[in-house]
């Protein structure tokens, strides 16, 4: 492997001259800047990144927390990142914390030391402690779609309990009576918003009660298992938002299972828009995050933050759309 004391005595110059021709600082004439980089480029010296870092205390390089990337919704997130990243000539360095606290304390504490230049974080386990050890460090953070409305840091996120909203009044609207919801996780702030959405639209109805509500994971499985808990419960239930497309996946093998024919029998709203929900049997009506554009807008901000340290925080709330399809189109 190539190092830096092979290019100095190629070039006929010192150590420290190479480096600052690296890193262009200090002084060079432009014959010795010429030599440095012609010698590089013949020798294909690559720079060894962790050092500079070390030196510049920067390094290129975006740290972006997901809870899983096995849900289609966070690869898609990411890719937003990352296009606004590379255009920018920053690295992503993708951490998945499987939601577990230790995990993400884990990260953060090694990316802390590792001088990352930014970090883009969707955590259920963040604390406003986190981030503000993070602001004392220098490194600036952007909270991505599942964030806590407490802290002061900027955050992307979108109307959750809207969307939940829009989906529970369209299987009403259908001619739904009897309307149950298979939400996500009691600890995730996204999943609590949708649900109250869902409660803001069927509470007044005298059928409804907590049995009307199964907790799920955001899973395919648990999506399947909800459902026929919800079928055990009230036999008579004809329409069911589920509060992630991937739980709506599994409520459509439950639903086949027990026999209920989708939509004229059992209407089906799930949340997210991921791509895979047109592509099922029925197709499945869902609430359309704008993923992509969160992803890219967390980065953007990102950047603002590491030109601009001393700017202002922001908060964004995106607006979500009602796509329809046939799993609620009676």
Known sequence: MVTIRDVATKAGVSVATVSRVINNKGQATPETVTKVLEVIKELGYKPNVVARSLTSRKSNTIALFVPTISNPFFPELARGVEDVAHSYGFNIFLCNTDDERTKMKNYLDSLRDRYVDGIIINSLN???KDLEQLHSHGIPAVTLD???????????????????????????????????????????????????GYRDCVKEYDWFDQTWMALGDFSVKSGYLCMKELFQRHPDIDGVFASNDLMAIGLLKAAYEWGRKVPDELSIVGFDGIDMSQYTIPPISTIRQPIYEMGRMA?????????????????KELDVELILRESSMR
Do not use: Y
Request: charged share 25%.
């Open 126 to 128: 963040l604390t406003n």
């Open 146 to 196: 599942r964030t806590f409305s407490t802290h002061k840091f900027s955050s992307i996120t979108v109307k959750h309990r809207l969307g939940a909203q829009l989906a529970t009044k369209h299987l009403i609207d259908i001619g739904c009576k009897r309307i149950g919801l298979i939400r996500g996780p009691e600890d995730d702030s996204t999943a609590v918003q949708r649900m109250w």
């Open 299 to 315: 980065m953007e901000e990102l950047m603002r933050l590491m030109r601009e340290p001393s700017s202002n925080f922001i908060k």
